[in-house]
């Protein structure tokens, strides 16, 4: 069955340091790969998206991540956070099927909590 | 323009009763989503809407739950005889197409809370 798997449920850092949040899923043909970010209080947006071509996306605010397709992965990544970061963080995976139905799936959920 | 709206932002009800949740998609977004978050889990599927097309209701987890939509438009969950594991907050998001690579936009959600 089509999974993604987000390991972390929360991810506590200090303030300027790099994180990961990682993500996996479930090996499939054709995938597209989204990162979305829920800020406390508010719904869910938009972080980046890989759709096709260089396998590395970046965000405005200088979130990035990399697919990597033998591995199944899709891990985001900042070299430095702030307190803003502070947020819920959820990878999603179109699984595209041959007859080009598709399923988005969400992961858990990584909580990033940045810390002073 | 407009971002996606839910009412109401915050719904108590009792056990066996009935709630109606209602989203009004971005203007001109053709596809409409209804997912549902419970604490400490992701965001589990409920049905999607497509245009025209019979909705995909895959995802309702029973017979008590149903969704509309209305001219292609506004959509109403509704869940019959609530139950307890029915709290949650239930988010609803529209896309401009019908497209796999399509960024959802997400409403701000309603939060259920069942007594």
């Known amino acids: 069955a089509q999974s993604v798997t987000q390991l972390d449920s929360q991810v506590p850092v200090f303030e300027e340091a790099p994180v990961e949040l990682r993500c996996n899923y479930s090996s499939s043909v054709s995938v597209y790969l989204f990162w979305y970010v829920q800020y406390p209080n508010q719904g869910l947006q938009l972080l980046l998206k890989?759709?096709?071509?260089?396998?590395l996306v970046e965000s405005i605010n200088g979130f990035e991540a990399e697919f990597n397709k033998s591995q199944t992965s899709f891990h985001l990544r900042k070299p430095s956070v702030h307190i803003s970061d502070t947020a819920e963080y959820f990878c999603?995976?179109?699984?595209?099927?041959?007859?080009?139905?598709?399923?988005?799936?969400f992961g858990s959920g990584t909580r990033l909590l940045v810390r002073p | 323009g407009a971002g996606v709206s839910q009412s109401p932002s915050n719904k108590v009800t009792e056990k066996g009763k009935d709630v109606e949740l209602r989203c009004d998609p971005i203007s001109g977004h053709t596809a409409l989503y209804w997912y549902r978050q419970s604490l400490g889990q992701g965001l589990e599927f409920l049905i999607y809407?497509?245009?025209?097309?019979?909705?995909?209701k895959s995802g309702l987890p029973s017979d008590r739950f149903s969704a509309e939509r209305t001219g292609g438009s506004v959509s109403t969950l509704t869940i019959q005889r609530t139950q307890q594991e029915d709290s949650a907050v239930y988010l609803c998001a529209s896309s401009l197409k019908d497209r796999a690579a399509d960024t959802q936009y997400f409403g701000p959600g309603t939060r259920l809370t069942v007594l």
């Open positions: 809407f497509q245009g025209n097309s019979a909705p995909d």
């Open positions: 999603a995976v179109t699984f595209v099927g041959r007859d080009s139905s598709y399923k988005l799936i």
């Open positions: 890989y759709l096709s071509g260089s396998t």
